[in-house]
């Protein structure tokens, strides 16, 4: 007798959580929660100061914005997911539950990538271009550049989660996964995903690779720039407004790496409870990290803080 597709298509999958540690998923829910916690209130924060202060009315901190909300959108699509799964032990998810959130984690881990590309093409600006800064980066120019950015995501991923839908489940519907992760989830596939692996492999490369470029570009004009300058305070402002930027470059890239590595080269060496870890490590890192780094390191932001806690009327204003 044949099977239509319908019937080879599971109505659920369960999420099994971090392999091997099931007896300790409550204690490791303790980190996965506070993280969360200081990812919500941080990134909602610095979305409120940039919203209602006008010193913040700046490229740099309409690009921070954009960055705060795809963190949350990021964590968000996970963690809640795996607080129950460690807390209440609610696996199940429906089947097109696991493609709205494979579909929310690659479109904003995607953007992710982008946004901190547009950061470092805004500080290459600031810092080559200082007198064409605010005509170069300008509002309209700033939002067709976040609204591209996603777009792109969003036509990168779409594909993705075409082809898992359209693949034969015949394995089971145990994810040994905390989220729904494309390979996990072809995984179970009885048919064939060649197609999925090398269309994966294809938009981490155009993706990452792309932004990796420009980054480098952006930051090595940067350098080149910075090289030629005689002033000691000038090298110190120039390399002061970039380390933020940096710092977040690192907690979202260094990860991400690992797992891309490790997947495809580590596989048999790499438990595969390193493996989940750090893929949520990937996930909520940066959206916790980012809003700490630019509140430490970002002196306006300091400022409107210090402003809205003392009830002053009356903030310095800052040069980038």
Not at 55 to 79: K, P
Not at 104 to 125: P, Q
Not at 160 to 170: A, R, S, V
Not at 299 to 317: A, E, L, P, R
Request: proline share 4%; charged share 10%; glycine share 6%.
């Amino acid at each position: 007798m044949m099977l239509n597709q319908t019937d080879l298509t599971p109505a659920s999958f369960i999420l099994n959580g971090i392999p091997g540690l099931e007896d300790m998923h409550m204690w490791m829910s303790l980190p996965f929660c506070s993280m969360y916690a200081v990812a919500v209130v941080g990134n909602c924060g610095l979305l409120y100061l940039i919203r209602y202060e006008d010193s913040l009315h700046r490229s740099r901190y309409y690009f921070l914005a954009m960055l705060s909300l795809t963190d949350l959108v990021m964590c968000s699509s996970t963690i809640p997911k795996a607080l129950c799964i460690f807390w209440f032990h609610l696996k199940e998810i429906s089947f097109e539950e696991c493609l709205f959130q494979m579909f929310f984690i690659y479109t904003f881990t995607g953007m992710e990538s982008g946004v901190l590309m547009l950061m470092a093409l805004d500080r290459y600006v600031a810092i080559c271009y200082p007198l064409r800064y605010s005509t170069i980066l300008t509002n309209p120019v700033i939002a067709k550049a976040g609204l591209a950015t996603f777009l792109r995501g969003v036509l990168l991923v779409i594909p993705l989660t075409f082809i898992i839908k359209q693949l034969p489940y015949c394995r089971g519907n145990i994810i040994h996964h905390i989220y729904c992760d494309h390979l996990s989830v072809a995984k179970l596939s009885c048919g064939n995903i060649k197609i999925n692996v090398i269309y994966g492999l294809m938009v981490a490369l155009l993706v990452g690779g792309f932004d990796i470029l420009c980054i480098t570009i952006s930051y090595t004009m940067i350098l080149w720039a910075v090289v030629s300058l005689f002033s000691a305070e000038a090298w110190r402002k120039a390399f002061s407004t970039c380390t933020a930027h940096i710092c977040a470059i690192v907690f979202s890239y260094s990860p991400a790496f690992f797992c891309f590595f490790s997947h495809r080269f580590g596989g048999h060496l790499i438990p595969p409870s390193c493996h989940i870890i750090v893929a949520n490590i990937y996930l909520l890192l940066p959206p916790t990290m980012n809003p700490i780094v630019h509140g430490v390191k970002t002196k306006q932001i300091q400022d409107c803080v210090i402003k809205i806690f003392s009830g002053s009327k009356d903030t310095k204003s800052h040069s980038i």
